[in-house]
């Protein structure tokens, strides 16, 4: 018997106390128990440009056949903010700095455009280029914040830094342009070169190494909470037979997005579950119509968001991957449900 069908209580329209603004509710479950209800839903508000927020909490409705009313208690259970963009976070009033996680994930370098140009050949040909690294992941738990906290999100690159320095994950590095047959991979966002209790290092990116290849090297995965970004793959140069542009290397030790294959973009990472994690490293390029003379250019794949290193070039006119920029995680139990629990009653 569905016991809510004659006595179903008006939607409570704002449980979490977002305010004015705009947020969708879904309902992840439903179960009753005799004569109550628990309902767990998830609410995803756009707090603002480049923060979004997602809220879990359970709904316990239990209904109060003498009175003939439904008591509502709403039982928050985790917040999650992402930073995408910005520079200050105006830390909300629920926020506890008893019970919290700030994640960080570093901009991913790119790859270079191609290698070097020589004569020899009809068309002339060119070494392949080298990819970018992941960015890092840095964490700390249990930040005891002030009213604002200022943060950087690193773009192709660039540092993601959380509180001024309190965290910092290091961006992986571009693509270096050599001397010779040498077009080396970045290397990956360093642990070492981070801030914060956990630390892990994103993964390098592939070599193109030799003549005639006019294929590219993958980018390095981005580090993520289960651990190192994995490498991106060397490109195989051999002239004319048997050229195979790198593949890129998956983020977060394998849990995180899937490395891109030929000029293709990385994965995005989804160890948050809404599409927000440590992104594969993109494929190298490629060339088609054989060697020396090329008909269509691949360009190096982009890195995956978040962080994934981009994918080598392959020859004149085929440009690197971009690495994936940064991003920051905020996770905590909202601090005035953790004392009490306010209880809500609806009428009918």
């Known amino acids: 018997m569905d016991i809510l069908k004659n006595h179903r209580p008006k939607k409570a329209s704002d449980p979490l106390r977002l305010g004015s603004r705009k947020f969708k509710r879904t309902i992840l479950g439903t179960l009753l128990i005799g004569a109550s209800a628990l309902t767990m839903y998830l609410e995803r508000a756009k707090i603002n440009f480049g923060e979004q927020r997602y809220s879990t909490y359970t709904e316990v409705r239990k209904y109060d056949p003498i009175d003939q009313d439904w008591q509502i208690e709403v039982i928050p259970c985790v917040t999650v903010v992402f930073l995408t963009s910005g520079t200050t976070w105006t830390v909300p009033g629920?926020?506890?700095?008893?019970?919290?996680?700030?994640?960080?994930i570093g901009g991913g370098g790119s790859g270079t455009a191609y290698g070097v140009t020589f004569c020899g050949f009809p068309c002339g040909a060119s070494y392949g280029g080298g990819a970018g690294g992941g960015g890092a992941y840095a964490s700390s738990s249990n930040l005891n914040l002030g009213a604002t906290a200022a943060y950087t999100v690193g773009g192709a690159a660039g540092d993601t830094t959380f509180n001024s320095s309190a965290i910092v994950a290091k961006g992986g590095g571009n693509a270096?342009?050599?001397?010779?047959?040498?077009w080396n991979g970045g290397s990956g966002g360093a642990a070492g070169?981070?801030?914060?209790?956990?630390?892990?290092s994103g993964g390098a990116g592939g070599n193109a190494n030799g003549p005639h290849g006019q294929v590219g090297g993958g980018g390095g995965g981005a580090a993520g909470l289960h651990g190192n970004g994995n490498?991106?793959?060397?490109?195989?140069?051999?002239?004319?037979?048997?050229?195979?542009?790198?593949?890129?290397?998956?983020?977060?030790a394998g849990s995180g997005g899937g490395g891109g294959a030929s000029?293709?973009?990385g994965g995005t990472g989804n160890e948050y579950g809404t599409s927000h994690g440590s992104g594969g490293g993109g494929g190298g390029g490629y060339t088609t119509g054989g060697c020396p003379c090329p008909i269509v250019n691949h360009t190096g794949g982009s890195g995956?968001?978040?962080?994934g290193g981009g994918g080598g070039g392959a020859t004149l006119g085929t440009n690197g991957g971009t690495g994936a920029q940064g991003l920051i995680?905020?996770?905590y139990v909202p601090i005035q449900f953790t004392a009490r629990r306010p209880k809500v009653y609806l009428r009918r």
């Open 94 to 104: 629920d926020f506890n700095r008893g019970n919290n996680t700030v994640e960080c």
């Open 304 to 307: 995956g968001l978040y962080g």
């Open 231 to 252: 490498a991106g793959t060397n490109a195989l140069l051999v002239c004319g037979v048997g050229n195979v542009p790198g593949p890129g290397g998956s983020g977060d």
């Open 193 to 200: 070169s981070s801030t914060g209790t956990t630390k892990f």
């Open 329 to 331: 995680v905020i996770s």
């Open 263 to 265: 000029a293709t973009a």
């Open 176 to 182: 270096t342009t050599g001397i010779g047959n040498n």
